[in-house]
């Protein structure tokens, strides 16, 4: 019996009130390498910001497994997907869909399962959707993989044409740092973020070019090269990459001012980064890193800047965790216009960044006192902010002016 079905057609009204953000601890927390120092004044530790924006927070749905997607369909309907492999279909007022059939086989194991969601940017058209996953191979390994499918609308929903466009290579005995996040650019392309893999074999693949370990890798929605990737053409360089050096890449979004993909993505203890990913970009990974490794010892001999390495627009030591991020352009709040929202997962905050072009000048973090992982935030057709959060029994809800 499918664990939502009694209660998918009920709306979950519940009502949970916060208002504006309280001054918080979290900047005076001490890093985990004081002795490190950023390499331009405000790519860390920035002034807290107080926007004194009053808000609520609206339930539509409890009871997901690990959500970790979220795409808007035209109806306003959401595609959202469990990482325990299901893909739902839930309504604005809370109704929750049996899962999608369809889907191909998923590794659902530590960090592995079904990721990220995204619709084709010609959706009304062609009723494209993509996924992203972590694929089984015969020899027990596995890999981020990209599919698309047609979504078809039924009392069990499901996906037709189902095609596996992108197999991230090689595939490694993991169960860590998948990426797995979806973005089209305003040109169509899709970038797909690609993490390490965690493990030694892994980690030192982001920097190799013949690997998709550690990666930002642009192509067709067909998955095939776009002719003008920066690589296309480079003897021992796989053609699919845009920018490389990264750990684990699980935000990312097109900043709509300029058409840039900003990502985040996670450091060890200490280090998690908001880069700018620009073609052929290396982020350093693991040369050069923010923070110290998780037994205590320095990353990579404690460097933190090299020549031809990029440094991340902002980071954090203590960690946030940072997940899904969205910039916010909606009319609802609008002294929130222009600020880039970030999931925080070990801050269990949705973090806010006051921007003035390229640079961060004021973080305010939210939610603090519900104590959620928040693993996606994403902007809703009329302006609200939707989240989702990770855990077992997970929510997804909104915040409307209140």
Known sequence: MDRLKGWAGTACAALMMAGAAQAQSWNQVAPNAPGQRPAFDGQTRIAEARSNVGFRSV?????LENPWG???????????TERAGRLRIVTPDGAVSPAVAGLPPIMVKGQGGLLDVALDPRHASNGLIYWSYSEPQADGTNNTAVARGRLV??????????????????S?????????????????????????????????????????????????????????????GTAGVRPEIWSYGHRNVQGAAINPATGELWEVEHGVRGGDELNISRKSSDYGWPTIAYGIEYNGNAITGDITVKQGMEQPVYYWDPVIAPSGMAFYTGALFPSWKGSLFIG???????????LNGDRVVGEERFLLEQGERIRVVVQGPEGALYLLTDDPKGRLFKLVPG
Do not use: C, W, Y
Request: no cysteine; charged share 20%; hydrophobic share 45%.
């Open 59 to 63: 339930t539509i749905a409890e009871g």
């Open 172 to 232: 490694l005995d993991s169960t860590l740092h998948f990426g797995g996040r979806l973005v089209f650019a305003r040109d169509g392309k899709l970038f797909v973020t690609l993490g390490d893999r965690s493990i030694p074999a892994g980690r030192m693949q982001a920097q190799q070019m013949n690997s998709l370990l550690g990666k930002v890798v642009r192509i067709n929605p067909d998955g095939s090269v776009p002719r003008d990737n920066p690589f296309v």
């Open 70 to 80: 979220l795409a808007f369909l035209p109806d306003g309907r959401m595609l959202v």
């Open 153 to 170: 609308d039924g009392a069990v929903p499901r996906v037709e044409d189902v095609q596996t466009i992108f197999h991230q290579a090689p």
């Open 344 to 354: 925080g997962l070990r801050s269990a905050a949705l973090v806010r960044l006051s």
